[in-house]
């Protein structure tokens, strides 16, 4: 089975532009979701999609957006880019509805801002 | 909402010796609960996990935990550890029937494996 992956694994922006982050979830997994790690944190929930709805958001503003599309990959975009956005971004996909709940990660987007 | 505290931000120890990183909960609900392991420059890879039944759970890489209802912990142990277990670990845990299970992750703590 295939696992998780991001693209791209670096990226650097300046202040105020916008930023699209590409996952592609491990085959048959149905959710992915998206956290957001600063140096030296844990991971911190910004939103989950379920057959393409947002099913559920963290504590991040609506300048951070995403989809999900038919094959289950997903996006975040990140717009007016702020320098405390600057971070390692995971998505993870896992089977909701399936018993498992362990989420399975990629390798991540680290994010820079200037 | 739940919270996860990893009372530990760092566990040095020497190799061959046991370990066991801390990690205590809050929640209103009955809970899932999670290891995960994040070597440098990765993702996090789950370890272990608690859903239901036995309190003591294996997983993967010789580690176990055991959850612990009344003190609310879930605590991660190995018996002996080797070098390359240096890593960055999380607890994590999520709401059982809460329709989505988003798991919410403590800090982690750093285990460093000297020579």
């Known amino acids: 089975e295939t696992g998780v992956t991001q693209s791209p694994t670096h990226l650097i922006k300046t202040r105020g532009q916008q930023v699209t982050l590409r996952c592609s979830s491990q085959s048959g997994h149905n959710t992915v979701s998206w956290y957001q790690q600063a140096l030296g944190q844990g991971p911190q929930f910004i939103f989950q999609?379920?057959?393409?709805?947002?099913?559920g958001r963290g504590n991040f503003p609506p300048r951070f957006s995403g989809l999900q599309f038919p094959n289950y990959s997903s996006e975040l975009n990140v717009n007016a880019l702020e320098l405390d956005d600057s971070a390692l971004y995971l998505c993870a996909s896992s089977s909701l509805g399936t018993g498992d709940y362990g989420y399975t990660f990629g390798s991540g987007t680290r994010l820079t801002v200037v | 909402a739940q919270s996860v505290t990893q009372l530990d931000s760092q566990v040095p120890v020497f190799e061959e010796a046991p370990v066991e990183l801390r990690c205590n909960y809050s929640s209103s609900v009955s809970v899932y609960l999670f290891w995960y392991v994040q070597y440098p420059n990765q993702g996090l890879q789950l370890l272990l996990k608690?859903?239901?039944?036995?309190?003591l759970v294996k997983g993967i890489n010789g580690f176990e935990a055991e959850f612990n209802k009344s003190q609310t912990s879930f605590h991660l142990r190995k018996p002996s550890v080797h070098i390359s277990d240096t890593a960055e670990y999380f607890c994590?845990?999520?709401?059982?029937?809460?329709?989505?299970?988003?798991?919410?992750f403590g800090r982690g703590t750093s285990l460093i494996v000297h020579p």
């Open positions: 608690y859903l239901s039944g036995s309190t």
């Open positions: 994590a845990v999520s709401d059982k029937g809460g329709g989505s299970y988003i798991p919410t």
């Open positions: 999609y379920y057959r393409e709805e947002e099913n």
